[in-house]
Nanobody
Framework: QVQLVLSGGGLVQAGDSLRLSCAASGRSFSDYALGWFRQYPREEREFVGFVTGDGGRTTYADSVKGRFTISRDNAKSTAYLQIHSLKPEDTAVYYC????????????????WGQGTQVTVSS
């Protein structure tokens, strides 16, 4: 089992930056790729990106490339999603999830999920 706890969401203004943290406990953190997703009301979860277990590779959705940065610190069992130049359309519930192997853009491939954190961007 892997437990994931998100923090760092909240109300921010357009143009600000924000960092979300995803703290893990349980099985070896580095065995899992860490993915990030977001969900708009009444929509499916949307892939944002992931980082491999060793932190050596990141993959991003085209829609967020250039503004979103995913990283991890395995010594702290924590992954991060840094968002720059926030836009109102970034308003969503953000999730982190653990994938047992190399990561995936598909939500149903992930084994464990955090509880989600709301990010609201005011214009």
């Amino acid at each position: 089992q892997v437990q994931l706890v998100l923090s760092g969401g909240g109300l921010v203004q357009a143009g600000d930056s924000l960092r979300l943290s995803c703290a893990a406990s349980g099985r070896s953190f580095s065995d899992y790729a860490l993915g990030w997703f977001r969900q708009y009301p009444r929509e499916e979860r949307e892939f944002v990106g992931f980082v491999t277990g060793d932190g050596g590779r990141t993959t991003y959705a085209d829609s967020v490339k250039g503004r979103f940065t995913i990283s991890r610190d395995n010594a702290k069992s924590t992954a991060y999603l840094q968002i720059h130049s926030l836009k109102p359309e970034d308003t969503a519930v953000y999730y982190c999830a653990a994938h047992r192997y190399g990561g995936s853009s598909l939500a149903h491939d992930y084994n464990y999920w955090g509880q989600g954190t709301q990010v609201t961007v005011s214009s």
